[in-house]
Nanobody, 129 residues
């Protein structure tokens, strides 16, 4: 089992920045995938950013949705078992509940909601115009 706890959401004006954090506890693995998704009212949950890691790699792999590429950055801190989502140049359309997700034992890049094993409770991000 893996427990994920998100923090850092809030209200910000358009053009501003926020940093979300997701702390993982529980199962460890020699390869791992963590990511962020979001869900706006009346819409389906969508992929935002992902980070995968394997003990045999010299660096991690990161991938982003086109809508956030260049504005959002996903970062991992292995020592703290935490993944961050640094969001800048925020737009009102970024308003959503942001969810952290994880798949221990899997280092593939995947944006399919159905292919992720564990989810956090979500944190609200609201961008005012």
């Amino acid at each position: 089992q893996v427990q994920l706890v998100e923090s850092g959401g809030g209200l910000v004006q358009a053009g501003g920045s926020l940093r979300l954090a997701c702390k993982a506890s529980g199962r460890t693995a020699t390869k791992y995938r963590m990511g962020w998704f979001r869900q706006a009212p009346g819409k389906e949950r969508e992929f935002v950013a992902g980070l995968s890691w394997s003990w045999s790699w010299s660096s991690d792999s990161r991938w982003y949705s086109d809508s956030v590429k260049g504005r959002f950055t996903i970062l991992g801190d292995n020592a703290r078992n935490t993944v961050y989502l640094e969001m800048s140049s925020l737009k009102p359309e970024d308003t959503a509940v942001y969810y952290c997700a994880a798949s221990p034992g899997d280092s593939s890049t995947n944006a399919d909601t159905e292919q992720w094993d564990y989810w956090g409770q979500g944190t609200q991000v609201t961008v005012s115009s």
